[in-house]
């Protein structure tokens, strides 16, 4: 079986003779979905040098002979999928999430405090505490964590944790006062900090205040952010992920994608989308950049920001959120605001992704999309990421939507799971129809993209697929699954981790399906998710993961490798 270890070694298939440079894959249950949508079975593939693939083998279909090509994988019998493409995630975010405080799994504030505390002690060369990951809906603490609080376990030094969803951060006072943060600081628009009786800062700042503290943070240097991202894209191997949809790229994120790929150090696949106007123009000047390094990377497009989340109440809503009168969240921008971007972005050829959450928002976005179509005609594929409450009587502007140019409904399914008891406190029964509803959107004529919003949840599709199948959660529970009537079959939930994934990101006539002329991005795994049941498609195992031909992960050695030279 080849391996590749190095540019050496893909030197070596650079200069063989192509007649004799082929590689065959046989003995797989592979299952791909075709470009008609249904699902092909096939025993086999070959590719070729370039790392793109020549032809596909459906059972009774005789092999090529032994002399038409020189290397061979054996399967071994395994499942062999598409590989598995996340259509929203943060990349240098998940780096560094997995290399900071990571309090993804405390049950309470004495158990986070403790974790927080632990690592101030082990780290005590660290000029600020960062973390991520805090929930306090899962603590079952009924408000927000304190300044106070904190400032038992880390008196000394600035700490700065970002909520699970990323749309609040939790400071101590030593991070309070490095920021300049007091009673007397303005509330930004579009953000709040919640405060003490006596006007001071209680600790934890949302959606846009988040910013007060942030620029106090010493920035990462590139070797920061080229290490996040070697430590993201080891996590992305493991799991059988080969292309991710970067949402919110950062000039210093794009330049870390570049040195990677100068280096022959990209393993996945990128599909970015510049965080903002300024920085897609900072990025992609005029139009969007061509794709780089074999189809590696490409910034095609802009996330624009509507809302906050649920979670921290920044959601948009269109009436008073259940569990806390008087506040209907906080819009980040108004309709004209939104309408000028959209227009700004499209005039130059980028694709709009725009974050929208609350029912509010997606109305607004809707709508503005519904006024911008006949505008800007053509294949758009118009994206909404999350989509997670929508008005059912707004639903029908989707399918006009559709058809002049395009919608994706770039959906998480493990928020529906991780969200359930805290959507239905923060909404209440009335608005629930309109929540989490893949089926629906479907339905209405949106593609459906799927993703894990990543470091908000684990970049996890086993459990994304697992959930968009039963709306249940790793427990099980509800029983029967929350609201039932949106989940989606089979084939719909693999599409939208591969060919719907890919279709999202402009990309389908490079990756996503198994197919000639597509390049060979392929994982072996244990299980098959078109047969097996949810508990079996969560503790999938991922053999090997394949990106152009090259090997990027193997169980049984546990490392990254690299790739073959981009070509």
Partial sequence: MIRFRGFAAALALLIAPVAHADTLVDNVHGETIAADGSVQRFTALLFDNAGVIRA????????????????????????????????????????????????ADTTSLDDALAKIGAFARAHPERAWIRGSGWN????????????????????????????ADFHAGWANSAALRAAGV???????????????????????????????????????????????????????????????????????????????????????????YARGTDTMAAIGGSGPTPW???????????????????????????????????????????????????????MDGFQVAVHAI???????????????????HGDRRWRIEHAQVIDPSDQRMIAGIAAQGGLVASMQPVHQTSDRTMAEARLGPDRLAGAYAWASLKRQGAVLAFGSDSPVERPDPWAGLAAALTRQG???APTGGWQPQERVDRTTALAGYTSAAAWAGFAEARFGRIAPGLRADFILVDTDPLTASAEAIRATKVWQTWVGGGKTYDADQATVTTPPAAR
Avoid at 71 to 77: L, N, P, R, V
Avoid at 360 to 376: H, V
Wanted: charged residues 20%; aromatic residues 6%.
């Fill in 182 to 272: 007091s009673a007397a600081t303005h509330t930004p628009d579009g953000g709040a900090i919640e405060r003490l009786a006596d006007g001071s800062p209680a600790g934890v700042l949302v959606d846009h205040a988040t910013a007060l503290v942030a620029r106090a943070i010493p920035a990462p240097l590139p070797r920061d952010i080229d290490l996040a991202l070697a430590t993201a894209q080891a996590e992305f191997a493991r799991r059988g992920l080969t292309a991710v949809a970067d949402m919110g790229t950062s000039v210093d994120d794009w330049l870390a994608f570049r040195r990677a790929g100068d280096a022959n150090r990209l393993y996945v696949r990128i599909m970015a």
């Fill in 474 to 476: 790793a427990d099980g």
């Fill in 136 to 163: 306090q809906e899962r603590w079952r603490l009924g408000r927000f964590p304190t300044a106070a609080e904190l400032d038992r376990v880390v008196p000394d030094r600035p700490v700065w944790l970002d909520r």
């Fill in 56 to 103: 596909v083998y459906r059972p009774g279909d005789r092999l090529p002979a032994r002399k038409s090509w020189q290397y061979h994988i054996d399967g071994k019998g395994h499942v062999l999928l598409p590989g598995l493409i996340d259509a929203h995630v943060h990349v240098v975010q998940t780096g560094f999430a997995l290399l900071t405080l990571d309090l």
């Fill in 292 to 346: 780089l390094y074999a189809d590696r990377l490409r910034l095609g497009g802009v996330k624009l920001f509507l809302d906050g989340a649920l979670g921290s109440r920044g959601a948009a809503l269109k009436a008073d959120y259940a569990d806390q009168p008087g506040n209907r969240g906080t819009p980040l921008l108004n309709a004209t605001q939104l309408g000028n971007v959209m227009s700004r972005a499209s």
């Fill in 358 to 376: 609350g029912d509010a928002a997606n109305a607004t976005l809707l709508t503005t999309m519904t006024e911008l179509a006949p505008t800007y």
